[in-house]
């Protein structure tokens, strides 16, 4: 099913989708409590007058709100999650509870935020692939993570006399499979301070307001209330230019009653948490793009989230392919996979704050000691390149301990010079080549020698003026999971450019006086063949006018009536039509 924002989603189509999330989660689905129109596919959205079921709404940005605090004698343990239907398998309970609470180590006291992310169960992430597709995909790249929940956690930990232990600690954990960090942390910082005062009734009123959302659909511009706060937020496209903010800010009357105006729901603060490295962000950046095993050791999961997020960000618009951890424990159900000795560390990004990894990761090859996060504006000290033998403790000095040797020097201009690629782009037939009588021409394969024989004439090289060993650069991303990821991407996408194209020739075919030189049964075989197209079409998502699959609409219902009538009645009468 095709999505075109909220207005796509009216009573029966909600229903479906709710049914869908119940059957994958283990739930039935509930009643619906609420009915409207549906509003038109406007810039702005507000949410009201949409056809809606319990928490169908909720479930479309989030899976669950927990509360996870310490117990004397079980340790940290889940106090509550919201709504009380939500499906946890036991493995995520567990991963959820150790890392919504910061090491002991870190002395954490007052507020703290960070974010965590954890595989999902494999059977709730195949039930629900289908389902999360028909939102994501105008989404960025980038910002599709369906194997994932993301952990957005604000910790509170202060004196307590009254308690045995001395200190209240409790965390409000926000569970979503959405990677809008900066959207939930805005969301956090309105709702947890109140939550510690307030207690449940407060956060099940917050959840309230949540299921009122109008779903976040890529393109639109939303207003979205929480506990009297209204949040302005645009959620972004894979056709936005990158580096860009398609929000308004406070010019319009409109606006008077908005509390909050987010320029960005996903990105870091790249500056901040690069500036103790910001002399070496140029290394970093190729660790990052070549998928290279990386450690980001840090005082707390503050500094070990945030460095993280932006190390993947950093190759933006760029995906990062391989598995990546900004808050990671010892108690982490990958910890084996992730520290073992007996193979060559993993492609992974991890950030960590407990001392015992300084040793059991001493062994790999890239590792970054940070200390604490100056506040935007201040430039701290810059860290130096040091040798790994010289990292024992996590007590070390802060530096990015490492032995590699970058391929480039600083360049703002790198990632537009691999995105702009020529060989990749003449893998693609020419349209010429398209027949609407054979099926679409296949996409070349991808030789890697070959494209490296291409570098030499038309090789970034020639025209950057920054010198270097580009050709020994491309030679390891193109190993890399981040080119495998990148590749494939690009690779359905030229496959569905092919596909919509030669649907565009089949509707410009004279299809009727194609059925004059043919029999009854070839022209009955192309209107099943016609109508296939459209489903796949639909189905795919390929990128096909409208007025090109009302045309193709308009053929086969031509031929249908060319027909006698005991054949068109055949092919309404089984749907085909």
Not at 175 to 202: C, D, G, M, N
Not at 265 to 272: I, K, N, P, S
């Amino acid at each position: 099913m095709a999505l075109r924002g909220p207005a796509g989603l009216g009573p029966g189509s909600r229903r479906r989708l709710d049914e869908a999330v119940a059957a994958a989660e283990g739930r039935e689905a509930p009643a619906l409590v609420a009915a409207g129109g549906a509003p038109e596919d406007d810039e702005e959205d507000d949410g009201r007058g949409r056809g809606l079921l319990r928490w169908d709404g909720f479930s479309a940005w989030l899976h669950c709100v927990c509360v996870v605090g310490f117990d004397l004698e079980l340790g940290q343990a889940v106090e509550v999650i919201y709504p009380q239907h939500s499906k946890l398998t036991d493995k995520e309970k567990t991963n959820i509870c150790y890392l919504s609470f910061p090491d002991s180590n870190s002395g954490c006291l007052g507020d703290t935020q960070f974010c965590f992310r954890f595989r999902q169960s494999s059977g709730r992430r195949m039930s629900l692939h289908c389902l999360l597709d028909q939102f994501d995909k105008d989404l960025p790249v980038y910002l599709k993570d369906p194997a994932y929940f993301y952990g957005y956690v604000y910790f509170r930990q202060v004196r307590d006399k009254t308690l045995k232990r001395g200190y209240f600690q409790k965390s409000l954990v926000l569970i979503s499979r959405l990677p809008y960090i900066h959207f939930f942390h805005t969301v956090l910082k309105q709702i947890a301070p109140e939550y510690f005062e307030k207690s449940e009734p407060y956060l099940e009123a917050a959840c309230n307001d949540v299921d009122r959302w109008p779903a976040p659909v890529p393109g639109k511009t939303l207003h979205l209330p929480i506990m009297g706060v209204v949040m302005k937020v645009r959620i972004p496209t894979c056709h936005d230019k990158p580096g860009t903010t398609q929000i308004v800010q406070f010019t319009q009357q409109a606006d008077t009653n908005i509390s909050v105006i987010l320029p960005t729901v996903h990105e870091v603060d790249l500056f901040r948490c690069f500036c103790p490295v910001f002399l070496h962000s140029q290394m970093l950046w190729e660790l990052v793009l070549l998928g290279e095993p990386l450690v980001v050791m840090a005082p707390s999961p503050s500094e070990s989230s945030e460095t993280v997020l932006a190390l993947v960000n950093c190759i933006s618009p760029l995906k990062y392919f391989s598995d990546f951890r900004p808050y990671f424990t010892i108690h982490d159900s990958e910890f084996k996979e992730y520290t073992t000795r007996t193979q060559a560390p993993p492609s992974v990004i991890l950030g960590v704050t407990n001392p015992f990894f300084a040793k059991t990761l001493q062994h790999w090859p890239h590792i970054i000691r940070i200390g604490d996060l100056k506040p935007t504006g201040e430039i701290p000290k810059q860290v130096k390149v040091k040798k790994l033998k010289n990292l024992k403790t996590l007590d070390s000095k802060p530096g990015v301990y490492t032995s590699y040797k970058p391929y480039l020097n600083r360049d703002e201009e790198i990632i537009k010079q691999l995105q702009k690629e020529r060989y990749v782009a003449s893998l693609m037939p020419l349209q010429k080549s398209i027949s609407p009588w054979k099926s679409p021409p296949q996409i070349r394969q991808f030789l890697p020698e070959e494209f490296m024989k291409t570098l030499e004439k038309t090789g970034p090289q020639l025209t950057s003026r920054l010198k270097g060993d580009w050709i020994g650069l491309y030679r390891h991303f193109l190993k890399s999971p981040n080119f495998d990821g990148w590749f494939k991407t690009r690779r359905k996408e030229m496959t569905q450019k092919l596909e919509a194209l030669h649907l565009e020739a089949l509707c410009e075919e004279d299809l009727l006086l194609w059925i004059q030189k043919h029999t009854e049964v070839e022209t009955v075989d192309l209107v099943l063949k016609l109508k296939n197209k459209l489903l796949q079409a639909d189905r795919e998502h390929l990128p096909v006018k409208p007025d090109t699959m009302e045309k193709l609409r308009t053929h086969i219902d031509a031929i249908i009536l060319a027909l006698p009538e005991d054949l068109q009645g055949i092919l309404l009468k089984t749907g085909m039509t």
